[in-house]
DNA sequence: CTGTTAGCGCTTTCAG
DNA sequence: CTGAAAGCGCTAACAG
């Protein structure tokens, strides 16, 4: 085995051609005052001789990175992936490059992770925040060093901050509608920390819904927690001991009313007969479900390839970030047999 | 607005408490001889400057750069999105970085992706091939500078990248015995591009375990496809329209699988009495589906923590990356309804 | 335990 | 269109 092959650098091409390395450096970029001949020969040389620009060199000198970070609650939820290879495709299409972290949820995590992308000298950031994120004193670094961040889904409000997500309150609200206009009178919701938009939003939506069709907010029809499929199976069993039952539940996200149907159909729940479903997130399993779940979706690809873009477009072209305050990205009700209780012949 | 503040250097630090730059150097990382207090002395003054190091410049003088980079065919998947989750874990707690990308299941993409990876310096590399890959030249660059390659699930054989995958031939053949035992005289096999390990193994897995079997294996028996929901159910056509059905059915991936019965489901057929169905992947759509998938579990989350666990500890200890060359992690037959001929009492 | 010095490889004035 | 020269901020000998 060869020992690893000596790092050739542009003063090694420099010297091959008997130029300097300054002419180097522009061959090897778009400079424009650069004679096409020479620029060719250079490029060659560079093929040939193996060399391999030195980013950090390069960086060190032009302060800047061209890093784009990432930090979100989870890598691995279907949304949060879908929204990564979206802000991949992008990234990568402008030559940037890109840092991904998770915060596991932990405003803890979501600190030490936004002092690691300062550190690192990201060109900017791109965050959803953690479920139990308090405030977001973490990212004022970023705005001192002029540094932007823009927030997608999970955003908090700030004026330094953009922010992009859909409209949560409406969504829900218009799902809930959906629910008493199927004839359900006790809707039960199922929801996520209200330090988080996207849950709280859902929330008020829901709550307005009764409100406009006279139906009084009941507050133990209202649960809280995280989401998950345990959590789901667990108010399946709350609901299974009430003595008096919800004829609708909606739920703030698919993976957790996904669970909830499954253990109260093992239970010989009828749905939508006996309890109407809905959710929110279109996750895969909820086209998969018997009956199959109605719910909201929204693009979670879009919304990083929107995030990314703006994100980009600023870092290039400078455009001003704080025209683009607060985008708020479509989001569509999809109606399923979960939830229709009215019209059974599907 | 402010302008962004002015970064300070440890000259800034040195000149401040009057000591050299070499000792603020020091006093900011874990160097053995230094007085513990200059070193907290450093440290204060270095938060109460807001000074933040320039990885560019440590990594220009100390010629490694702290990234991980990660080239996987794609982001959302679940599976994969489960191993970039483990790997960012192990990564994010060695104190590396992580780049990532996706080669969006192209050969031509994975160069160029390779290639960037390369250019900016990463110290090590995890890669899961594309689906149309045929060669792994663009990986030469890294042996020749002595960058570690590892490779994980889509695998290739060669004696400088260790590789970490299950035994997909065994699993295969395991499954497909499942279904024989169950009665299934007449099994079809649904698989990927046979370049990749994961899918010609599983299906040289099933061909041994019909042979085993003195069952015949019959070539329009098995079909190959990209394995996406809509391959599955334009499978499910095809199985509706043949003269002789099968009457089990393996499948490589659990999305395949899932939708191709559903469509099938859709039209009348018995699952499992006319077919009984083996996936593999233990997608969350598989115990979701109607009868519940029997399938293949294995641990993404896991495999992308041992990958990150290998290559972060020959960088850091110097580990003999040789040593570990091809790891076989464990998978296991999940056994559900969509495979239960003879007890049906489930 | 601390200081001096050199240099990592690149880009960018400024001059020609 | 090309060259000379300086310097980005840090670390690692080496010397004391």
Redesign the pocket.
């Known amino acids: 085995m060869s020992e690893p092959e000596k790092?050739v650098?542009?003063?090694d091409i420099a010297k091959k051609l008997?130029?300097?390395?300054?002419?180097v450096?522009?061959g090897?970029?778009d400079h424009?005052?650069?004679?096409?001949n020479?620029k060719k020969k250079i490029l060659n040389a560079a093929a040939e001789m193996g060399y391999r620009?030195?980013s950090f060199?390069?960086s060190?000198?032009?302060?800047h990175s061209n890093i784009i970070g990432v930090i979100v609650p989870r890598l691995n939820s279907n949304f949060m992936s879908d929204v990564i290879a979206g802000i991949e495709k992008v990234v990568n299409e402008a030559n940037y490059n890109l840092f991904i972290s998770q915060s596991l949820e932990t405003m803890k995590k979501e600190v030490s992770n936004a002092k690691a992308m300062f550190n690192n000298r990201v060109d900017g950031l791109l965050v959803s925040l953690a479920y139990d994120t308090t405030n977001i004193e973490h990212f004022e670094a970023f705005v001192n060093r002029g540094i932007p961040v823009i927030f997608f889904d999970r955003v908090q409000e700030h004026d330094q901050f953009p922010s992009i997500f859909i409209d949560n309150y409406k969504a829900a609200y218009n799902i809930t509608t959906h629910l008493i206009d199927q004839g359900c009178k006790r809707i039960m919701h199922i929801g996520g920390s209200q330090l988080r938009n996207v849950y709280s939003d859902r929330f008020n939506g829901y709550k307005k819904a009764l409100e406009d069709h006279n139906i009084p907010f009941e507050k133990d029809m209202a649960i809280i927690n995280n989401l998950s499929a345990n959590a789901g199976s667990e108010t399946a069993q709350l609901i299974l001991k009430m003595p008096v039952r919800p004829d609708g539940v909606f739920v703030a996200n698919d993976i957790c009313a996904v669970s909830c149907m499954q253990t109260l159909k093992k239970e010989g729940v009828k749905i939508p007969q006996d309890i109407a479903f809905a959710g929110f997130n279109n996750d895969p399993t909820a086209c998969v479900i018997e009956p199959n779940l109605t719910t909201i979706d929204y693009k979670g690809y879009e919304m990083g390839e929107v995030a990314a873009k703006i994100l980009i477009g600023h870092l290039d072209n400078h455009d001003d970030l704080h025209q683009t305050h607060s985008l708020i990205l479509r989001s569509e009700l999809i109606i399923r047999e979960s939830s229709l209780k009215k019209s059974k012949n599907i």
Not at 32 to 36: M, V
């Open positions: 790092e650098t542009i003063y008997n130029i300097s390395a300054a002419t450096s522009r090897l970029k424009p005052g650069i004679n096409k020479t620009s030195n060199a390069s060190l000198r032009k302060k």
